[in-house]
């Protein structure tokens, strides 16, 4: 059993090349044998033999003399290795110019057809194959007519297919070569082939090996037949995707470390303020409990970004779509943010119609999406800003509108605001969280079979858009 793709490869080249060589070299011989060598040769010898019984007319005597017989064929020119023969009507030999038949002067002869239709016919062919070569021959019959128009004898023609057969030989050896040199450059072609695409193969394969060790690898050269050039291809891809998760592993840890050293610095101040005796004062105690409270909030909304993130890792994004009356959901979520952006010095501004449709949804995830937009909102407006919510339902779709008077985003970051981690260096709106709000938002909004949408500008506010599909809208449980 071959265990190699190279030498599976050679054989697949090599293994048709050479039935194919071998088969096309039998059916060449047995044409140029049947159809050609053998017809031409039978053609040859008849014509040869019409001459000489044309010359036997001429030469009456050589029937009745078995002297003159033998002298007529001794004169006759005959090609290579043909034997010719005079017989009489009755059968017998009368003159031959093979010596081996001087015996056989007078008697009949063996291996001849039937007399009476030999005199009948002007020509008659007689092919005798026997088990070796030296019994293969090729007999012509040609009756001779004499002044009376009367049989007077016939005239025969014998050619071994020994000399013939050689030439087939030659034929055979010739094949042969073919097909060995065939054999040669088939082989050595497969082997060019297989040993690339092994080398290719193997190339991938310990670029597997070494991923999987964890060994840094560098990008495979994009080589070979296109489908290892795919091959190839996917590999790089899931080694940037692997680099990609590595640096996020290590952007998590870091901003997780960040995000949790302030609030946790500044519930520890305010704690050791209170222990000092900051409570005596009732002014002061209530700005330190307001502080503790902002600072759990912060830390519940990372402790749910985290959440959010290990369902996006695992893929475990599942909702419990249940009947949702779109306008008391929103009133009832948005009031939770309000106070919030009214503390910060926010204007507040609400457009939500008494008549939105209800639609199926998951309220809890749903709820989220709209809190971590209001989240943003607040935090990355100035005071004296104005955030708003909208909603609304058209043609197919129903949506809700979060939209702010803050610091707004920059243009080359728009394209990544929803991935994760990601934090603009060149824009206030990403100088810090995690990087997960917007990454969990928007992936919540595509599990109910929505999309996310926002449009900004640096200094001119954001306007984020949740839309949700008329396939859901007016869901009646």
Do not use: C
Not at 290 to 309: C, T
Not at 357 to 369: F, G, K, N, S, Y
Not at 409 to 430: C, K, L, S, V, W
Request: charge should be negative.
């Amino acid at each position: 059993m071959i265990r190699t793709l190279t030498g599976r490869l050679v054989l697949s080249h090599v293994l048709p090349f050479l039935i194919i060589i071998i088969l096309a070299g039998l059916a060449l011989d047995y044409v140029l044998e049947t159809r050609f060598l053998l017809a031409n040769l039978t053609d040859e010898l008849t014509a040869e033999t019409v001459l000489v019984a044309q010359l036997a007319t001429d030469h009456p005597e050589i029937w009745d003399d078995s002297a003159a017989a033998q002298a007529f064929v001794n004169q006759v020119s005959l090609p290579v290795a043909a034997r010719a023969m005079l017989v009489d009507v009755d059968g017998l030999l009368l003159a031959s110019t093979a010596a081996a038949d001087a015996a056989r002067v007078g008697q009949p002869l063996g291996n001849m057809p039937d007399l009476a239709d030999l005199l009948s016919q002007d020509v008659t062919v007689q092919t005798d194959f026997g088990r070796d070569l030296q019994t293969n021959v090729v007999d012509v019959f040609v009756p001779v007519w004499g002044a009376d128009r009367q049989v007077v004898g016939v005239v025969r023609l014998t050619q071994q297919l020994t000399n013939v057969y050689d030439q087939f030989l030659m034929l055979r050896y010739l094949i042969a070569a073919v097909l060995t040199v065939g054999l040669l450059v088939g082989g050595s072609v497969a082997w060019f082939l297989g040993n690339s695409l092994g080398q290719h193969l193997r190339q991938v394969t310990q670029a597997a090996h070494r991923l999987s060790n964890r060994q840094r690898l560098e990008p495979l050269p994009e080589q070979g037949p296109e489908e290892i050039k795919q091959l190839s291809r996917a590999v790089n891809t899931l080694v940037a995707q692997l680099e990609t998760l590595e640096q996020n592993r290590r952007q998590l840890l870091s901003n997780l470390v960040h995000e949790l050293s302030n609030p946790l610095s500044a519930l520890r101040s305010a704690t050791n303020a209170l222990l000092g005796g900051a409570g005596e004062d009732e002014k002061l105690r209530r700005e330190l409990l307001i502080g503790m409270q902002g600072e759990e909030e912060r830390l519940n909304r990372l402790l749910a970004d985290l959440a959010g993130l290990y369902d996006q890792l695992l893929g475990s994004l599942e909702l419990q779509m249940q009947p949702l009356p779109l306008t008391p959901f929103l009133f009832r979520t948005v009031r939770v943010w309000q106070e919030a952006a009214q503390y910060k010095g926010l204007a507040w501004q609400v457009d939500i119609p008494d008549a939105l449709p209800t639609i199926a949804a998951d309220e809890d995830r749903l709820a989220q999406v709209v809190g971590n937009l209001l989240s943003n909102a607040i935090k990355y407006t100035p005071p004296d800003g104005r955030v708003s919510v909208s909603a609304d339902h058209q043609r197919d779709e129903a949506w809700i509108r979060v939209s702010d008077t803050g610091v707004g985003i920059a243009q080359e970051d728009m394209a990544h605001i929803f991935t994760p981690f990601y934090r603009g260096a060149a824009n206030a709106r990403f100088a810090d969280g995690m990087g997960l709000g917007l990454s969990i938002a928007h992936d919540l909004a595509a599990a109910h079979g929505g999309r996310l949408t926002v449009t900004s500008s640096p200094g001119a506010g954001s306007r984020f858009t949740i839309w949700l599909p008329e396939r859901i809208v007016n869901y009646e449980g």
